[in-house]
């Protein structure tokens, strides 16, 4: 999650979450700064009541870059940080990110360097107390001469906080990983759109699922019938989610 996505150059935004209100000196000088470039956070929400962190544990800072007129990055960048927005708060040296309250929309971070500006935005999500399985077990009917038959409906999970499991925990990654299968290279996990993807973000309702793509090819006949299992794990403080992991099973066999 390291793709750098807010960049801005001069008066212009290359990408629209970026925003700038003008140029620093460009005379030519090797400290004046032309643009400025805010890397992609690397988590999708904040735990209220937590500071922004990875899947480690590891707690997140901003990354924010900028450039001279050559090209070339000045170190350190003279970043300043704020949020306007509730939901959370910004240490305007660090940029370290603490939740404080829900929201049902993302909350902007911005980064200032001289007179530009970068935003990324990031959402407000509950604390992960446990993970259940959704679709715990489904099938698929392979075809050898049409492989866009080839693909498994979703195998789903719930992240959930509380004891009573009865809020969602929405915007969190949950890593899937095949365990068991006939041959290694068989099943392969994909996203929605046929990409091959472990880790996916759950969405409002607190789900998250991968599909998986069978690949005929390795199969030991053309009758085969087996499985194929997966495991689904969320991490909190770099430790597993209750729960985890969940076991998840896809039973394939060839179509009539």
Known sequence: MTRRVAMVVGFVAAVGIAAAAGCTDVSGSSTSVLSIQFDTLGAPSVVVGDTLRDTTGAVIRPVVHAFNFKGEEILPAPVFF???DSGLTVDSVTGIVVGDSLRSTPARIVATVGRLQAVQRLNLTLRPDTIVAKNAFDSLLYSISDTTQDISPALTVLLTHGAARDSAVPFYIVSFTIVSQPNPQLGELVNDNGRASSVDTTDATGVAGRKIRLHPLHLGSVTQVDS??????????GAVVSGSPVRLVLLFKPHS
């Not at 194929?228 to 403080?237: D, E, G, K, Q």
């Open 228 to 237: 194929i299992i997966v495991n689904a794990t969320a991490r909190y403080h």
């Open 82 to 84: 704020l949020s306007p």
